[in-house]
Each structure stands twice: as C-alpha cells, then as structure tokens.
C-alpha cells in the first residue's frame, strides 16, 4: 500500500480516521481479525458501532472479506489481488485454515474451494471451507 488514505480512496472510501486506523490493524496481519481483536488494537480510540460501520464499509467496497469460523462468529482479512478477477468481479472462493492452537485464521488463496454442481433453480452467492488444524508455526514436531 502506497499510503493507507490512497487505498481506501482507491476503494472509493473516504479517508476518515476510524477507516484509517482499522486498515493499519490489517498491516502486517497474515490473519484473519475479529470485530474483537481490532477494538484491542484500536484500545478504544473508536467506538464498538463506529468500528463496526467501519468493517462494513470495507466489506460492501470489497477491501475485506468475512470469514466465517467454527464458533458461528466472523473475522475478517484484507482481500488480496486474488480477490480483485476484473473491475466487477469480487470474488474469495479460496480455503480458510483455522489453527486449533494458537486459533488464527488464515487465508489459503492459492487453494480454491471445487466447484460444486448445484440442483437447478439453486443460486450460489458465496461460498465457505474451513479447515481446521495445526498451523506450521504451531506445528513444531
């Protein structure tokens, strides 16, 4: 990222500084963040509802995208250019690994969900596979 302002106008967001602040949590992640980990991050300069808005923002403009995991809650990561396949198309059909030691989720964008045939009249919006197990940090033998 050239600066964070630049990427969030180039996102056509405004730059403000709750917007700001939650991308640089993002910076240097390899992980996947809860609502949670970034109100840690942030140590109250913003309120819950304010970073909440802010999240959902970066989801609808496609800089983030949700990842579902096993406790039926939400974390998100910063879509790579993986993500961005042409200007219209925003898709993160990938695998999501969650660590069962150190619980971080992280984004295999080079594994990609199969395609899955689906009965007529069924519409697919989104997809989700999370694998869990050990991660390599974790993973010390």
Known sequence: MDTLEGHLTDFNLRPTAC??????????VSFALS????????QAAFDRVTIYRTLKSFLSQGL??????DQGGAKYALCKDLCHQGEHVHQHDHVHFKCNAC???ICLEHVI??????????????SSLLIQGVCQDCNIA
């Open 35 to 42: 609502q949670g980990d970034i109100e840690l991050k942030l």
């Open 19 to 28: 917007r700001i602040e939650v991308l640089r949590a993002f910076e240097g």
């Open 103 to 105: 619980g971080q989720t």
């Open 113 to 126: 969900i199969p395609k899955i045939q689906l009965p007529d009249k069924f519409l697919k919006q989104e």
């Open 64 to 69: 983030i995208h949700k990842v579902l995991d």
